[in-house]
């Protein structure tokens, strides 16, 4: 087991390239949003996400007889001050058709990927490069069930990335991170032909001077290069629920809120929302657990590039080359 540490200081001259990168890719994810027919498609996102929910509180055999109801700086606080739970009626399911909302059958086309897509962002401590391939990553961890359901869309076509290598990781309910590359809460998936791909997870505890986040990245089939960086991050209402929860109440690390968050600002701005949509499987039983879903927009002609008197601290060395 890890402790995790605050991520490192980047330099005035590197937080400079970063902030650039970020507004390039933010300019490209809003082509995207801006595709004919992206309100005809929310809407038809919003009613399937109820049927959605539905299927998979059914494959949980969740009893939802009992559940009614319950994204710089100021576009952090903007997002921030929207709630991102999707209020549904009884009934989710691990299918991705339902929740991004595609058949199988169909062909992929160009699509906005609903209202949020990820521009890049900072490397997270504790990478592992040989992170196994698996769907379930929790290895035992205990801890309140999260399913994690992310689309990978490539920001040039506006279509989803089939074949790309996510790696998923974060820390357990007291806030560490596992030390070693094939131990828990560590796990790559590719993505299927509509740029999906899904993980059974718990939801991350907090560590001191970072908000609740999950890591991911993201690389073309066959290529070593990194073109998708990012956090994602969670509404404070089901942390908060969730850290009432054994083991999260064994958390003795200072809680940081993400609007707090020295790196969280970073990744959001005025289009791009950094926080995943989210659903209760079964509230007010908490122990049910959490859906949370979000599109990721990735550059591919800019692999994220990390400064050198960082890189042995995030990456191994052969990812540069």
């Known amino acids: ?112 990927a609903g209202c949020i897509l990820t521009p890049e962002s900072i490397y997270g401590p504790y990478w592992q490069e040989e992170q196994p391939q698996r769907q379930d990553i929790r290895d035992g961890r205990k801890g309140v069930y999260l399913r994690l359901a992310l689309q990978v869309i490539d920001l040039d076509t506006c279509k989803p990335l089939r074949g790309a290598r996510v790696d998923a990781w974060h820390t357990n309910a007291e806030g560490a991170y596992s030390s070693k590359a094939d131990s828990w809460l560590r796990g790559w998936q590719p993505t299927s032909e509509w740029g999906t791909v899904s993980f059974d997870t718990i939801f991350p505890g907090h560590y001191s001077g970072r908000a609740t986040h999950v890591h991911v990245t993201v690389r073309q089939p066959n290529a070593k290069s990194i073109v998708h960086s990012g956090q994602i991050y969670f509404d404070e209402w089901p942390r908060r629920l969730v850290e009432t929860k054994d083991p999260y109440t064994k958390n003795k690390n200072k809680l940081v809120h993400t609007v707090d968050d020295a790196w969280a600002p970073d990744a959001a701005s005025s289009k791009y929302d950094p926080f995943a949509q989210w659903a209760w499987l079964g509230y007010p039983r908490i122990d049910d657990g959490v859906l949370a879903w979000i599109a990721m927009g990735v550059n591919l002609t800019a692999p994220v590039k990390q400064p050198p008197d960082r890189k042995r601290s995030f990456l191994n060395d052969h990812l540069e080359h």
């Open 1 to 112: 087991m890890a402790g995790a540490k605050a991520h490192p200081h980047l330099s005035p001259e590197e937080m400079a390239d970063y902030q650039r990168e970020i507004t390039r890719s933010t300019e490209t994810l809003g082509r995207c949003l801006e595709l004919p027919g992206m309100q005809r498609l929310n809407a038809r996102m919003a009613a399937q996400r109820s049927e959605a929910l539905q299927h998979l509180r059914k494959a949980r055999g969740i009893d939802t007889s009992a559940y009614m109801g319950p994204r710089d700086k100021p576009a952090l606080e903007k997002w921030n001050g929207m709630s991102h739970e999707r209020y549904v009626g009884p009934g989710v399911s691990k299918d991705p058709q339902d929740l991004f909302h595609f058949k199988w059958s169909d062909k992929p086309v160009a699509k906005p």
